[in-house]
């Protein structure tokens, strides 16, 4: 029970004044609670006394009565039993507004002991003469399936509902087909293996179909984008049935409602895959441009989410704003994410007719003051580049006017495009590398240096001073970020092969440094494996090293051929908005979306932890020079693993039955004698490399310099084995 209000403060004011005897003072002493429970103060106190006012034939003070119930009613369940009375007598009221105010609350009031009392009065609501009380029954319905789904389904209201699908008046064919969808939802996500036999489930006929096209016409937006969900839905059972609901779509595309347009855009999209008449799909495809850009005069909240839908569409359908360019061309007031979303769309309709113009607007983008929309203005240029080759030229002289600008974030992401440009067009706008270089001291983030290391690698032939740009970042090779190590290791390398007489100083510098002084194993990885190419077989050396990449382009969809599909039916949603299924981020059981793209088999964590320490054992040792594939009858590579499912400790780790998993991995694949085995064989594999490591260039015309030193050889040897 409710704890009455002291005799003093604010709350006791308005019991007061809610018990008084004239009219008006009890209206407004209402209307303060409900001021009072609005900014989130705590009126529940005063229930009993708002309860008194329930009965009275003044509809604004019922309502606000109502809307005190619907906030209470949770915590004082036991005295809204004691308004049961007056809603069964409000749901019989002359007046069709008391009559649905009533169904509505009672729907909303989410109480146990309240629901019982709700049957009755639902099924004289949905049967009312009036069709406001009919379409408001019918999302109650909705309500308490919710709350009570077998009492839904005794009481046949479910059978009503698909009844008044037939019903003279459109927005009660709207609301039900709302209730309907959301049952339907609810039932599928409860039991989606039985659910063909739940009596729940909406199922759309083709008489369904034809009374929901003719009252799409005549809804509100809400009633609009319920029925255009719906038949989304509709399984066609033909071409021609497809061509129907196609036509009869359309005419929603001049809707105001940017919602409405959108959810018709999803119905065109799915059914027009089972359209034959090629001039019938251009024609549709040519009706969709025009609300797509009216939609781009919304809001900028409105415009970006309409902007990610367009992004969709085009992945499927890449003609459907081809002569569109310039509504896409960017306003100076819009925010930064509409900017973004514009300058991708504008990649994606680039073609030889319009490139100049998207050029020229690119040009002044990079002079603005936001440095990230100027960074993605830049990308954008190389991404024009890669995908239009005929413009490539064109693209390639506004970058090097930009890079003459000198301003450092320019320059920077401009040599990160030159090197995408460079991978896309080998060898052929070499004469830019000059300009590039001369820019070396404006670089200081690591992906602009390591863009610009990867150009001087893969033109060291052609770059006279090469070894000195390179022995710039050689010397503060400690300094550096693990993108700038690895892309400098492999550019020397590069120069090495290319101009072996002139850069065996630089190549030995920087693997000492790569396998001494360095604290990240990538790096000091790929040494060792460039060193023992190198010492080794220069042969083979040149054929991984300066083997013939293939040239790189833009993918035409940022997501997988069937996600796509699966998106494009939930376009107007937040699916397609985030670009990714819904269950990543909805409902209990979230998944990755990395996961939904993949859609393979389910392996358990222990298996994958399993397999993967599997496939280190399995894999080479790259420091194993020797010849013996087995040390003292030891069984290695995949007959080792094959021991692995018959021991307890496995068998207990993949059960999941393991109390200490780690223990368990200990005792599989490190036990102490196989421990001592694999030092011993380790020991033994790593002595021949003293010969091999100690003149790593042979095979290379072997240096004077080098050969003649031998106590400077030996010194990667020891290094080696120090790190072991």
């Known amino acids: 029970m409710s704890i009455r209000a002291p005799r003093k403060g604010e709350n006791y004011e308005l019991s007061v004044d809610l018990n008084s005897e004239y009219r008006d003072k009890r209206k407004d ?34 309502k606000l009565v109502y809307l005190y119930l619907m906030n209470y009613a949770k915590t004082q369940p036991e005295l809204v039993i004691l308004a049961v009375n007056t809603f069964v007598k409000d749901s019989e009221d002359p007046n069709p507004l008391v009559r649905a105010l009533a169904i509505r609350t009672m729907g909303c009031l989410r109480a146990e002991k309240i629901i019982d009392y709700l049957c009755n009065p639902l099924q004289r609501a949905l049967r009312d003469d009036n069709p406001y009380v009919r379409k408001t029954a019918a999302l109650c319905v909705a309500k308490l399936y919710d709350l009570k789904p077998e009492l839904v389904i005794e009481n046949g209201f479910l059978d009503q509902l698909r009844d008044m699908i037939s019903d003279s008046n459109p927005m009660v064919v709207a609301n039900t087909v709302a209730a309907l969808t959301d049952i339907h939802v609810s039932a599928t996500s409860n039991q989606p293996s039985d659910s063909a036999s739940d009596p729940a489930v909406f199922s759309i006929t083709s008489a369904i179909l034809n009374k929901l096209l003719i009252a799409l016409n005549e809804c509100s937006e809400w009633g609009r984008v319920a029925i255009l969900n719906a038949l989304a839905r509709y399984e066609v059972q033909d071409d021609k049935e497809s061509e129907h609901i196609c036509e009869r779509v359309v005419p929603q595309f001049q809707h105001v409602n940017g919602s409405v347009v959108l959810a018709a855009m999803k119905v065109i999209m799915i059914h027009i895959r089972n359209v034959r008449r090629d001039d019938l799909v251009k024609q549709l495809i040519r009706k969709m441009a025009p609300p797509l850009v009216t939609l781009l005069s919304s809001p900028p909240e409105v415009q970006w989410v309409a ?53 020229s607007e690119l040009k002044e983008y990079s002079s603005e003051v936001d440095v990230d929309f100027v960074r993605k203005s830049i990308k954008a240029i190389g991404q024009t580049a890669i995908s239009i080759e005929s413009a490539a030229e064109r693209c390639v002289n506004v970058l090097l006017e930009l890079i003459n600008t000198r301003v450092s974030y320019v320059v920077q992401e401009a040599v990160v495009v030159m090197k995408d440009i460079f991978r896309k067009y080998p060898s052929t706008y070499e004469g830019v590398i000059p300009t590039l270089c001369a820019n070396l001291e404006e670089l200081d983030e690591p992906e602009a240096k390591a863009s610009l290391i990867w150009i001087i690698g893969e033109y060291a032939d052609k770059i006279d001073n090469a070894d000195e740009l390179l022995g710039i970042f050689v010397d503060s090779f400690i300094e550096e970020s693990y993108q700038v190590q690895l892309q400098t290791l492999t550019a020397v390398v590069k120069l090495f092969l290319k101009k072996p007489d002139s850069s065996q100083g630089v190549v030995q510098r920087v693997l000492n440094t790569a396998t001494k002084d360095c604290d990240s194993p990538d790096v000091r990885d790929r040494a060792y494996i460039y060193w023992r190419l190198l010492s080794t077989d220069p042969g083979a050396a040149k054929a991984v090293v300066l083997a013939h990449r293939p040239p790189i382009s833009i993918p035409r969809t940022t997501v997988s051929p069937a996600l796509l599909e699966e998106l494009l039916g939930e376009i107007s949603s937040l699916a397609s908005v985030y670009h990714k299924p819904a269950q990543t981020f909805v409902g209990h059981g979230r998944v990755g979306a990395d996961s939904v793209q993949r859609k393979g088999s389910e392996i358990s964590d222990a298996q994958k932890a399993l397999q993967t320490v599997v496939a280190g054992q399995q ?106």
């Open 29 to 62: 002493a209402i209307k303060r609670v409900i001021a009072s429970m609005t900014v989130g103060k705590d009126v529940s106190g005063l229930f009993p006394d708002v309860l008194k006012n329930m009965q009275t034939d003044d509809l604004e003070q019922k």
């Open 619 to 724: 894999a080479e040792n790259l420091l194993d020079f020797g010849d013996d594939s087995e040390q003292d009858g030891q069984p290695s590579g995949l007959a080792a693993t094959q021991i692995l499912p018959s021991t307890a400790a496995a068998a207990n780790f993949l059960s999941g039955t393991s109390t200490n998993p780690l223990d368990d991995l200990v005792s599989i694949f490190g036990g102490m004698e196989t421990m001592e085995t694999g030092a011993g064989s380790l020991s033994t594999a790593l002595s021949p490399t003293t010969t091999s490591l100690s003149s790593p260039f042979e095979g290379f015309g072997g240096s004077p310099a080098l050969s003649s030193q031998p106590a400077q050889n030996t010194q990667p040897q020891e290094d080696l084995l120090g790190l072991f």
């Open 307 to 359: 902007l990610r839908n367009i992004n969709l569409l085009l992945q499927k359908r890449s003609d459907l704003l081809s002569n569109e360019m310039r509504v896409f061309f960017c306003k100076y007031n819009d925010p930064l994410y509409v900017k973004i979303e514009k300058l991708d769309i504008m990649v994606r309709l680039a073609s030889d007719s319009n490139v100049d113009a998207l050029l």
